[in-house]
């Protein structure tokens, strides 16, 4: 740890926030050393974005200081905050598609001559700079529909680089990020320590979290439960900082014994996406797909689920050949899909709680030519107390829950169509531990009851606690298939950069 | 608790602000137009809402599915050029069995470009707008076409018939707006059309087949067309080629009126119902006091947004937006 | 180097499909029709599709914006009206040709108030933009008819339609007009920062928010710059006529928005450009020429332009098809 | 002489009503009846802008001669002025431009719409005996047409019989339907309406079928355009009268004009066909519009 100067390079007191029926920041203290990366924690919902909208001017608090660098400030809007040296690498991706990299990188501030021309050569050389500073390898003119995800991730991240900051503030960054990426990020963030910089880092990863900051506070229901350094706590007392009680780890050692094979893939290929992929899930038994973003997994998934048309290979359910032409069909084939993205493809956000987690099986939930509302209901009771779903009244509008919870409206809507074999991809993406452990559970327990389950995942902790096989994808191909108790930190990640077992030295 | 209680009827109105500016209308005009607030005054007014209020219905669906649908006006005339014309040749029920079928393949054209191929509604449906009426056109030479003997005729009742006192055109509108409004809201076929509406994605991940539900709701558009076009033919016993010119502008400042999103998901039939009833009943109240027509285009662009606006407003809890 | 360059040029199509289109019917046209090939042809169609051109220059940075503006039609009469009557005031009758001058600002100072007043709206209320101007449409026709009292206005001095007329050498003035404006116009969106600011906010207006644009001022002054061009529009066309009749201008908005649409222009909004606007004007205007020289009936002219309006639909969805990998949602 | 002539005609809105398309089919029957003529038949759709540059495009062609029904009698003007400096003479058909554009046509052929209003007009005044309430159901705001025979109406109205007044005006479209609904909210509002003037018959019958629906009698309905359903309403006795106008003759007329003036004959400027009123009195005398 580096030696700090004795005023912290920011101060927050007393914040207050409320929106119309939430009071979602309850008078929070936080203060960041200029030189440390203060990492901060908290359940899903429990205000850490909002607490850096505040403080980076785009929302006004109702009551509490802001004092940077001793002073007082105010943050009128982001520009203003950026001009005072406070970056907001935000949560979700805030890209502009149709522009370039420079664009994007200096959006709202592009250099420009007196009659407002943009100022294209020295907009292009200082991004230049920035993203070799990022190694990045693409450059300030590439149009930012044809980055992936994560070099996307990597842009939104150069922004930061744009001013001479006292305070950057990374909302969950590494999200889909890939692992070569993640260790680029962690330089830049050293260096930016090195230099003094104030970081605060909000994840949920745990092992980002230790690995990388030098304090930790902790938010819970929009107040301020402490800080502690990093050193000097563990993920036991964090956990029980952010969501009042312990996390039981158990390994997954109630294996049943799996039965017969439900889902055989032969050869299966979809053009350029993925080729020649062969496994098998047993009923019983959790399958766990790893690979970096990019990978292949979710394209797998999505045409076990009908919604690509392979070119080549056989699928077959409970050993007969089917062609899947739908999701209608692969549904009514006891399939079942909990997809990638819950906001786009898991949710109809406007709708209601049951509506969403009746919609695949309402065709069925009828009396005459009417819905019953009596049946919708009691399936939604049956999955709100399975799942300990929270939300006021099923008919609450599912986009005003907390992410983890509309993430349990998305399982358990497809739970409840009682499904041979259950196909989950990222389960836990942006969930909090305690949601997450839920989950992971969840996933187990439905396992035990006979369920044959896929899980797609890019966390190697979570594809290793929660499967029984691992399936490493690297590039649109299986690279190794590993066997219960076979699986180690080391080969997997052999695997997913495509060594495979053979060749491996 | 008094105050609770106070709250929950101040979320009761901004819930229904649309019901009540309707009231606020009704009495306004009434205040100063002796004739308006005439029952069979108001009778009539819904009675000439019924062509644009069919049509509204059926378009309402087609919104809510997260589209649009231009070409209902050039529809219902190529509907009641069909419709009359036939008439006199074929014989009343034949040419209604002839204008449905007609009708029912240009909503399955719409419902082809739109829901199979994804193409823009608001392009398509344009496209089909101009086609649409050169295609009547080209049926009809140009000519306007007239039934003989109007007496003679019961398909003349469907347009000005009456049945326990009430015109039969609002009988059609009445029923089939509480029929749509059932299907809409209490049947699965109702659910999807919402669920596509609001996540076209998410319904596809869902296992409801996105183009089946776009396919159908234009299928309705054109019925409803279909069923405007009986009203419209048989109430002026003849047709011109460009009857349904504008009609399809009125149709969806009616539906968004009602509070129907154009951004698909939300919206009910029956609020639909009464934004045509406001618009019609703007439209008479002016006439009967007087004003030049166009001034009642003023008011429709005033009505409009404030309608919407505050539509909003109260869904948002503030007046203005937040957009800096 | 050659592929490269191919490569560059098959991009370049692929994202400017209207301009295929463009050369496909001009030879098409250039083969079946001997008045087609004709430089004082060419210029007609300019001349032309200058009206709707410029109101499509305008409506471009709108719909990328992510907005639309459905008033412009009856911006083009009021403006017209406006500019055709006002010069004929007694106020102005010792100025000369100078009484073309307040009628020029006040029609086009009242076109960009409108424009400002519908932003502003938009900017406000929050309430889309398709409503907010389908609204002004009727209330702008409405005000059309009020001040005009339905009557047609004439010029009395023939110098007002002389200038509609005139020519820039061999190339009629109102083409110049037309082709400057589009230069200008390509200029501000594709160079400047506010042009830039367009696709971000039209793109993803919450990072545009985000990154301190001040979204709604930026959404006013393309309303205002659309209400200019619709206002311009009404003067040139005005001077074609050397009169202005309250229901000029109708269905226009119709045409601009399917002229933006073929040139590309995402009706979502953060994806366009002002050369395939260009190729979109021009795509209608030598349609509507061609066929005018043909002498296809007019019936089947209606069902011909909606038939390519569509066609050009389902060639653009096919050019940016992904191919059997695509996902069938 | 056995010279070939092009003439393009740019009509105004073909199809809108069967007037227009009538007479398009008999301009094109006429011109291909006639050896010597090549006809070019555009239409401007209604839409000003349209026929100006269809008058460019026919300049640009090389006519003999352009035949022109303006959408706007006032906005044509400077095309027309265009297409005479080009050396091609114009001739206006069916409702005339602008007094300003006088010196840039060679004829005009047509009805006369001022005196069409004032023929109404008188039959008003005969049918109410010079006394009571009417109301006005007048065209397509803004059209030449409309306003001239509105203008032609009140005028002669005015004069000729001061004791029938209008209580107002409300424009129909030349729709039937807008028209039927425009006369139930007149009937809902004034009880005491002896007569309407509509500016076509098409209107004329939307009026009479509202009246009769709502059960008022003794309405005296006067149009103008006589169409068929006018024709047979006048035979049921329902309607008062309207002004014969042939769309036939119209365009013949036209293309005879047209073919005058390029073989050098002298033809009247203000070349009038006969639009005569036709009542139920005398409408045995013309036959039944096709239209
Ligand atoms: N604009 C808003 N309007 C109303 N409520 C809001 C708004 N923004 C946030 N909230 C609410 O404030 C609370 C805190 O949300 P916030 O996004 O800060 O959580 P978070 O800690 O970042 O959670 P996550 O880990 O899921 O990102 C939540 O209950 C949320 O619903
Ligand atoms: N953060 C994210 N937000 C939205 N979409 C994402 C995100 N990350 C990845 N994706 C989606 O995933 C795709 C890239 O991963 P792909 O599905 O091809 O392989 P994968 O092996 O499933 O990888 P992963 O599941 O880790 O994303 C992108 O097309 C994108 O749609
Ligand atoms: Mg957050
Ligand atoms: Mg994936």
């Known amino acids: 740890m580096t030696e700090h100067s004795e005023t912290p390079a920011l101060r927050l007191e007393g914040i207050v926030k409320t929106f119309p029926g939430v009071r979602a920041l309850d008078g929070v203290d936080l203060e960041v050393r200029a030189g440390e990366v203060h990492a901060l924690l908290g359940e899903n919902g429990a205000g850490k974005s909002t607490l850096m909208k505040v403080l980076a001017g785009m929302h006004q608090p109702n009551e509490g200081r802001i004092i940077l660098e001793g002073r007082e400030v105010r943050m009128a809007n982001p520009m203003d905050a950026k001009a005072q040296g406070v970056v907001l690498i935000h949560q979700e991706l805030s890209l502009c598609d149709g522009l370039s990299v420079a664009e994007n990188v200096y959006l709202g501030e592009l250099p420009h001559t007196k009659w407002g021309f943009v100022d294209w050569s020295t907009l292009h050389a200082r991004t230049d700079e920035i993203l070799k500073k990022l ?371 | 608790m008094a105050s609770a209680r106070l709250k929950g009827i101040g979320s009761l109105l901004a819930r229904q602000g649309i019901l009540i500016a309707f009231a606020l209308f009704l009495l306004g005009f009434a205040a100063f137009s002796d004739s308006f607030s005439d029952a069979d005054n108001l009778m009539q007014v819904v009675r000439q809402s019924a062509i644009i209020g069919v049509i509204a219905i059926g378009v309402t669906v087609v919104v809510i599915s997260g589209n649009l649908d231009l070409s209902v006006g050039s529809m219902l005339s190529f509907a009641t050029v069909m419709v009359v014309d036939l008439h006199d040749k074929i014989g009343p029920v034949p040419a209604i069995a002839v204008m449905l079928v007609a009708v029912l393949v240009l909503g399955c054209i719409n419902g082809f470009l739109v829901g199979v191929l994804k193409l823009n509604s608001l392009i398509v449906t344009l496209g089909m707008l101009s086609a649409i009426q050169g295609l009547t056109l080209i049926y009809s030479g140009g000519q306007n076409v007239d039934i003989a003997d109007q007496e003679a005729t019961w398909f003349s009742l469907i347009g000005r018939g009456s049945f326990l006192g009430i015109a039969l055109p609002i009988w059609i509108f009445g029923t089939l707006a509480i029929f749509m409004h059932v299907v809409m809201s209490t049947t699965a076929f109702g659910r999807r059309v919402y669920a596509v509406g609001g996540n076209p994605t998410a319904s596809v991940f869902s296992g409801i087949r996105r183009t089946h539900v776009v396919f159908a709701a234009y299928m309705i558009s054109a019925l409803c067309v279909g069923i405007a076009a009986l009203i419209l033919g048989s109430r002026v016993g003849g047709s011109q080629n460009n009857v349904g010119q504008g009609y399809e502008l009125q149709v969806l400042a009616g539906v968004i009126l009602g509070g129907t999103s154009l951004l698909g998901g939300s919206g009910t039939i029956l609020k639909t119902v009464i934004g045509v009833l406001i618009l019609g009943f703007i439209q008479n109240g002016l006439l009967l006091l007087g004003f030049a027509y166009y001034v009642q285009w003023l008011v429709t662009w005033v009505v409009i947004i404030l309608a919407v606006w505050l539509d909003i407003a109260a869904k948002r809890g503030r007046l203005l937006s937040p957009i800096a | 180097m050659a592929t490269l360059k191919q490569n560059a040029a098959l991009r370049w199509l692929t994202e400017n499909p209207i301009w295929g289109f463009v050369v496909l019917i001009f030879v098409f046209f250039s083969l079946s029709n001997e008045f087609f090939f004709d430089m004082n042809n060419f210029q007609n169609i300019l001349v032309q599709t200058s009206t709707i051109g410029l109101i499509a220059l305008g409506m471009t940075l709108v719909m990328i914006n992510g907005n639309i503006d459905l008033s412009v039609g009856a911006v083009v009469a009021l403006a017209a009206s406006l500019m055709v009557d006002i010069q004929s005031w007694d106020a102005f009758s010792g100025w000369g040709n100078w009484q073309m001058l307040p009628a020029l600002i006040a029609a086009l100072g009242v076109g960009t108030a409108l424009g400002a007043l519908n932003g502003i709206i938009v900017w406000k209320t929050g309430v889309d933009a398709f409503i907010v101007t389908l609204g002004a449409m009727l209330g702008v026709r409405g005000l059309v008819f009020v001040y005009t009292k339905e009557q047609s206005f004439f010029a009395m001095n023939f110098t007002f339609s002389d200038l509609g007329m005139s020519t820039v050498g061999p190339v009629p003035s109102l083409a110049v007009l037309f082709l400057i404006a589009t230069v200008l116009v390509h200029i501000l969106l594709s160079r400047t920062v506010h042009g830039r600011n367009t696709y971000a906010v039209g793109g993803n207006r919450e990072a545009a928010v985000n990154a301190g644009i001040r979204v709604g001022p930026h959404m006013v002054v393309n309303f205002m710059i659309v209400g200019f061009m619709a206002a311009l529009a009404g003067v040139t066309l005005s001077s074609q006529m050397g009169a202005a009749t309250p229901n000029l201008g109708r269905d226009y908005e119709l045409w601009v928005i399917t002229a933006v649409v073929l040139g590309g222009t995402k009706l979502t909004g953060g994806a366009g450009s002002i050369i395939g606007t260009f190729g979109g004007v021009l795509a209608i205007g030598i349609l509507r020429n061609g066929m005018n020289l043909m002498q296809v009936p007019a019936f089947y002219v209606l069902v011909i332009l909606g038939s390519i309006l569509i066609a050009v639909l389902i060639l653009d969805k096919q050019l940016t098809r992904k191919g059997v990998e695509a996902l069938k949602t | 002489q056995a010279q070939e002539y092009k003439i393009g005609i740019t009509q105004n809105n073909v199809g809108v009503d069967s007037y227009q398309t009538t007479y398009e089919q008999a301009f094109i029957a006429a011109a291909e009846a006639n050896e010597n003529v090549e006809a070019v038949v555009l239409d401007a759709g209604g839409d000003v802008a349209r026929q100006i540059a269809q008058i460019q495009d026919l300049i640009q062609q090389q006519v003999d001669a352009i035949i022109i029904w303006p959408t706007n009698g006032q906005a044509v003007v400077p095309a027309v002025r265009q297409a005479k400096n080009a050396g091609i003479p114009v001739i206006v058909t069916n409702s005339n431009i602008a007094e300003e554009g006088f010196d840039f046509i060679a004829s005009f052929s047509g009805p006369n719409n001022i005196q069409q209003g004032a023929s109404s007009a008188e039959l008003m005044c005969e049918a109410l005996d010079g006394e009571g309430n009417i109301v006005q159901i007048s065209g397509q705001p803004g059209y030449t047409t409309a306003i001239e025979r509105q203008q032609g109406f009140e005028d002669r109205l005015a004069e000729a019989c001061p004791g029938v007044t209008i209580m107002e005006t409300q424009p129909g479209d030349w729709n039937r339907e807008k028209s039927q609904r425009v006369m139930e909210a007149f009937l809902v509002k004034y009880d005491n309406i002896d007569g309407v003037y509509a500016g076509d018959d098409n209107m004329g019958v939307g009026a009479l079928n509202a009246a009769k629906a709502a059960g008022r009698e003794g309405i005296a309905f006067i149009g103008a355009t006589n169409f068929s359903v006018g024709y047979e309403a006048m035979e049921r006795g329902e309607y008062y009268g309207s002004i014969y106008q042939s769309p036939v003759d119209d365009a013949e007329a036209a293309l005879q004009t047209a073919i005058d003036i390029l073989d050098g004959k002298d033809v009247p400027f203000l070349n009038y066909f006969e639009t005569p009123k036709i009542t139920q009195d005398n409408m045995g005398e013309f036959t039944k519009p096709v239209f």
Not at chain 1, 172 to 200: C, H, M
Not at chain 1, 365 to 379: C, D, K, R
Request: charged share 25%; net charge negative; glycine share 10%.
């Open chain 1, 135 to 505: 190694n990045c390898n693409f450059d300030a003119r590439t149009r930012v529909s044809d980055l992936s995800i994560a070099r996307q991730q990597m842009v939104e991240i150069a922004r930061a680089l744009t001013v001479d900051a006292k305070v950057v503030v990374f909302d969950e960054p590494t999200a889909s990020l890939t692992d070569a990426e993640k260790v680029v990020l962690f330089d830049v963030i050293k260096d930016l320590r090195a230099r003094g910089v104030g970081i605060v880092y909000i994840s949920h990863r745990m092992d980002e979290i230790f690995s990388l900051s030098d304090r930790l506070s902790v938010l819970r229901d929009g107040s301020y439960r402490g800080t502690k350094v990093t050193a000097e706590t563990d993920e036991d007392e964090v956990t029980r900082m952010m969501i009042g009680r312990s996390l039981t780890h158990e390994k997954n050692t109630d294996t049943v014994e799996p039965g017969a094979v439900a889902l055989e893939v032969r050869g299966l290929s979809c053009g350029k996406l993925f080729r020649d992929v062969s496994f098998e899930v047993r009923r019983g038994e959790v399958v766990g797909f790893y690979g970096l973003v990019g990978a292949g997994r979710t394209e797998i998934a999505e045409t076990l689920f009908g919604l690509r048309t392979p070119t080549a290979g056989t699928i077959l359910l409970d050993g007969e050949e089917v062609r899947i032409s739908g999701p209608l069909d692969a549904i009514s084939r006891g399939i079942s899909l909990v997809p990638e993205s819950r906001k786009e493809q898991g949710l109809v956000l406007g709708m209601s709680c049951r509506d969403n987690m009746t919609l695949p099986q309402i065709g069925d939930l009828t009396t005459g030519p009417f819905v019953s509302n009596g049946a919708e209901i009691a399936i939604y009771d049956q999955y709100r107390d399975r799942l300990d779903i929270r939300s006021p009244s099923w008919r609450q509008a599912v986009g005003n829950l907390s992410g983890g919870n509309q993430q349990k409206i998305v399982i358990g809507k497809w739970l409840a169509m009682k499904p041979q074999v259950l196909i989950v991809d990222e389960p836990t993406r942006g969930i909090d531990v305690g949601a997450k452990g839920e989950i992971h559970k969840l996933i187990r327990t439905l396992a035990s009851q006979g369920y044959a389950v896929i899980v797609i995942s890019s966390e190697m902790p979570e594809v290793l606690h929660v499967s029984d096989r691992v399936i490493a994808m690297y590039s649109g191909e299986v690279i190794r298939s590993f066997g219960v108790g076979e699986v180690t930190e080391d080969s997997l990640v052999q695997a997913i950069s495509g060594i495979r077992p053979d060749r491996a030295a």
